[in-house]
């Protein structure tokens, strides 16, 4: 009960949230949104399966890539929207079935060579990404109609605002009832003993390729939205160094819970920018903060808390 | 003439293979002892190669003297990161290993574009310009040199690694870390020791190059990648594997560039990965994982 108020009262907040905020902060609210969308698809394969990726950046940026070239060949958004993230699913199977036979620092590496690959050929095909320079002028949403003539023009920063938060709650959903469903729990299964659940009867690699393609589906989904949001995306978006920050998110506000993933995406984003940092402190500073939260609070900021509010009941 | 484009290109594999053996070697020792996938070893190399930069242009030191100066300064560097920073998170899950690495390769990087720039330098070298010639082609001393000192500082680790009392603790602690702690060995020496000779020979490597490629932050990047993979194809922990997957994917890379697409050029040694991990998932030399 104390709960629902808890929520209900924190989605007020953050119905009302972006009214208040200025430009540059409702911008950062817009990209915090859409990596709590990666993130939270992230932590499927991290928190749930147990395994340490390093290409979800690139089923990011297929996701991106996609819709982009096809609303540039005159296909509303609404469609490519979820035809990026089916796009990079079949990409995730692809990536996913070789690289779950490996494990721990193999399944690391192995997804990190993806990452690169994908990265590298954004960069390479240039006759249809347009290489290093990246894509230009893609087009917003097309506007919904409401009553009385009112519209969605999702050239306002609010109403994209609007728009992410939706998919955002739409993946919370969806990820918060695959794991109390039966497919949840076997991944749970897997995670703490797979030779246990493989005795069990449960099809360990079936159930890792799921959490993997549906975690690559959501990122492609991000990417969507992050192409038609900020109208122009280039290779250097979804390279390595987007899958490290990814994974630190994850790992930094606890991969162990729901909430974890979203409060890394809001700490790590949004942490430099609180203390107006030049990006290059910034970066030293959050690589510390890094460190101290991994040496500290081993299971992440969420899980910290947990720990926290347990021992203080008891 | 095609013979000597293709004598052109092994030579520069053997060149670039030395650097990936060197920092390879390092990621495995690491890795052996304290099961950390450790990114953050290519910053040793970059800052090696800024250590060795400094000493030979401010004060003018030979660049020899100056390349022993900063493999004994990155040593320490090596020994001061392995107790503050990982000794911490030995007990913690593999992930936070990785992800303490990972903090540490930004800091690091980010350190060094304040302090000296994002401008790419040429370490000065009396052997840059000098060439010569064998069998209808010409390279430069520095590059010989380049495999030379490489090949005799492996060699120097490896009979270190199999000869010595230490390097059979090392050993030891690699095979079993509980059992050897039992047997009393100190296992927290031999991991600083470990950090330390990784780190010295990483910014060997580092000064070794800094003459033919150039000095920059962000120059850690590409080899420490390449390192994981030879590693991974080597088999993880697999000395012999680090040094023969080091020559080789240097080797490989170089023939790929002159023969098939230098634009790919980085691309082979991932999709060789892929390729072996696919039909072999712990590597070539690999043991079952524990």
Known sequence: MKNKIGLVTLLTALVILPFFLSKTLLHLAVIIEIHAILTLSLCLVVGYVGQLSLCHAGFYGIGAYTSALLTFAHWPFWITLPLSGVVSGLFGLFVGFPSLKTRGIYFSITTMSFGVLIAMVLNNWISLTNGPDGLSGIKSPEPISLFNGAALSFKNPIHYYFLVGFFLLFTVLVISRLLRSRVGRAFIGVRNNETLAWSLGINSMRYKLTAFIIAAVFAGLAGSLYAHYLRYICPKDFGLHESFDMLVMVVVGGAQTLLGPIVGALFVLGLPKFFGFEPVYGRVAFGIILIMVMIFMPRGIVGKWQEYFKSSRG | ?290
């Open chain 2, 1 to 290: 003439m095609g013979t000597a484009i293709f004598l052109q290109q092994v030579i520069n594999g053997l060149v670039v293979g030395s650097i990936y053996a060197m920092v390879a070697l390092g990621l495995t020792l690491i890795f052996g002892i304290l099961h950390i996938g450790n990114f953050a070893h290519g910053q040793l190399y970059m800052l090696g190669a800024f250590a060795t930069y400094w000493m030979v242009t401010l004060w003018g030191w030979n660049i020899w003297l100056a390349m022993l100066a900063a493999m004994g300064l990155m040593a320490l560097l090596g020994i001061i990161l392995e107790r503050m920073v990982f000794r911490p998170v030995h007990s913690a899950p593999h992930i936070n290993g990785l992800i303490v690495a990972l903090g540490l390769f930004i800091v690091l990087e980010n350190l060094a574009f304040i302090l000296w720039g994002g401008e790419e330098r040429m370490l000065p070298s009396p052997y840059a310009t000098k060439t010569i010639s064998f069998l209808s082609l010409t390279l430069t001393i520095q590059r010989l040199l380049v495999f030379i000192v490489a090949v005799l500082l492996i060699f120097l680790l490896y009979l270190f690694i199999q000869r010595t009392k230490m390097g059979k603790a090392i050993r030891a602690v690699a095979l079993d870390s509980e059992v050897a702690r039992l047997m009393g060995i100190p296992i927290h020496r031999i991991s600083a020791t470990v950090f330390a000779v990784s780190s010295a020979l990483a910014a060997a490597a580092g000064a070794l190059v800094g003459p033919i490629f150039s000095v920059f932050p962000a120059m850690g990047l590409s080899p420490i990648l390449k390192a994981f993979v030879v590693i991974v194809i080597g088999g993880m922990g697999s000395i012999p594997g680090a040094i023969f997957g080091g020559y080789v994917l240097g080797i490989a890379e170089s023939l790929g560039a002159g023969y098939l697409s230098s634009q790919y050029k980085d691309g082979f040694a991932f999709l060789a990965l892929i390729v072996v991990l696919m039909i072999k998932p712990t590597g070539l030399f690999g043991k079952k994982e524990g």
